[in-house]
T-cell receptor, first 110, second 114 residues
Framework: QKEVEQNSGPLSVPEGAIASLNCTYS??????FFWYRQYSGKSPELIMF????GDKEDGRFTAQLNKASQYVSLLIRDSQPSDSATYLC??????????FGTGTRLKVLA | ETGVTQTPRHLVMGMTNKKSLKCEQH?????MYWYKQSAKKPLELMFV???????ENNSVPSRFSPECPNSSHLFLHLHTLQPEDSALYLC?????????????FGEGSRLTVL
């Protein structure tokens, strides 16, 4: 059974701090990695995607990928209360197949 | 309209009812998906269509019946559901093909089965 593991949280960080969200996956063949943000009562929206080992930065967000360790992370710098949401990690496991984690709930405290 | 739209947003049905969920995408994508989201569980892939052909069916009970009349529309027909089928049903689309790309989700249909 191919899986994606995330700590369910909640992860609480003060406003302005760095939030670090982590994800491990079991399928060594996965090539594409995604982070989605889901506000309560809303649908998931894409935050970042990463295909290559290393870091990818987009504004306050940085995705980090280590395929050898099967580990993906998302860093949110200068966290804002509006970042409070559930963050879903997803990896591809073949064409049209995305495996999602259960999500980490982030709370940014004002 | 843009993106992926789903109707209805909320649905309450009895176990003997028949209803349908509708999804429409305006992104020119070739692949459309139905996912089920239950509390404290990861998103579960139910069905995938690529260019109107079903390419994935994840051992979903026959009381859920998908229909994809064209690459822009996707339906999920529901009949004789069970209370444990109560969940958020999310439709999504993607480019499709070898580089499937990211998923674009609709707002979801919240289903309650009494």
């Amino acid at each position: 059974q191919k899986e994606v593991e995330q700590n369910s949280g909640p992860l609480s960080v003060p406003e302005g701090a760095i939030a670090s969200l982590n994800c491990t996956y079991s399928d060594r063949g996965s090539q594409s990695f995604f982070w989605y943000r889901q506000y309560s009562g809303k649908s998931p929206e894409l935050i970042m995607f990463i295909y290559s080992n290393g870091d990818k930065e987009d504004g306050r967000f940085t995705a980090q990928l280590n395929k050898a360790s099967q580990y993906v992370s998302l860093l949110i710098r200068d966290s804002q209360p509006s970042d409070s949401a559930t963050y879903l990690c997803a990896v591809d496991s073949g064409t049209y197949k995305y495996i999602f984690g259960t999500g980490t709930r982030l709370k940014v405290l004002a | 309209e843009t993106g992926v739209t789903q109707t209805p947003r909320h649905l309450v049905m009895g176990m003997t009812n028949k209803k349908s969920l509708k999804c429409e995408q305006h992104l020119g994508h070739n692949a459309m998906y139905w996912y089920k989201q239950s509390a404290k569980k990861p998103l579960e892939l139910m069905f995938v269509y690529s260019l109107e052909e079903r390419v994935e069916n994840n051992s979903v009970p026959s009381r859920f019946s998908p229909e994809c009349p064209n690459s822009s529309h996707l339906f999920l027909h529901l009949h004789t559901l069970q209370p444990e089928d109560s969940a958020l049903y999310l439709c999504a689309s993607s480019l499709g093909g070898a580089n499937t790309g990211e998923l674009f989700f609709g707002e979801g249909s919240r289903l309650t089965v009494l």
